[in-house]
């Protein structure tokens, strides 16, 4: 994984060519050319560009896509298995959540991103490289730009478990609901969907 931490300058300069140059991560993102087997995000005051996970990272992506199929169909909602990314409305912050549950007209940041506000449930799947970013930082900005739903798959828990968060007040989730893989956990609402997490024992 390689972070790049861009420090914003609040001297100003006349030369045309500084005013081009980025000056913060955001900037940074908004100006990186297409990176095909990487994931570009823009987290807290860092740009983060980092390789695609394991096959077993993207399975489980997968595998909670396929699980949730059908609430898709019923609901009329769009689903993506990594590929998006996420604007956090405030810090404008852009995140690559594995997983992205909304409904077809999600607003947007631009073309590329949808606005975090919009979004029904967003889900992470814990690699080696992203303990801390999935864990806190992530949470941290999810409820930050108003996710409901925020669904983390933790294969590399001292007992592997998934967690969700949910229920937003003074910009923090307020409830927490853990349950060891292979048990069944409730996505609350707007989702409303019992998961049964046995689909993420690898």
Known sequence: MVTMVAEKHDTESTSTSDQRTPQTARELFDALPPLPGFRAEAIEGKLIVSPLGSPEHAWMAMDLNNALISLTVERGWKAAAGGLNICIEGPRDSLAPDYVLAPPDCPRWGRGELLSSGVVMVAEV????????????????????????????????????????????????????????????????????ELDTSIFKV
């Open 126 to 193: 814990v690699s080696p490289s992203s303990v801390h970013t999935d864990r806190e930082e992530k949470r941290r900005l999810y409820a930050l730009g108003r996710v409901p739903v925020y669904l983390l798959i933790d294969p590399l828990a001292d007992e592997p478990a998934v967690t969700v968060f949910s229920e937003i007040k003074d910009d923090a989730y307020q409830v927490t609901t853990t349950t060891l893989i292979g048990t069944p956990i409730k996505l609350p609402a707007p989702v409303d969907f």
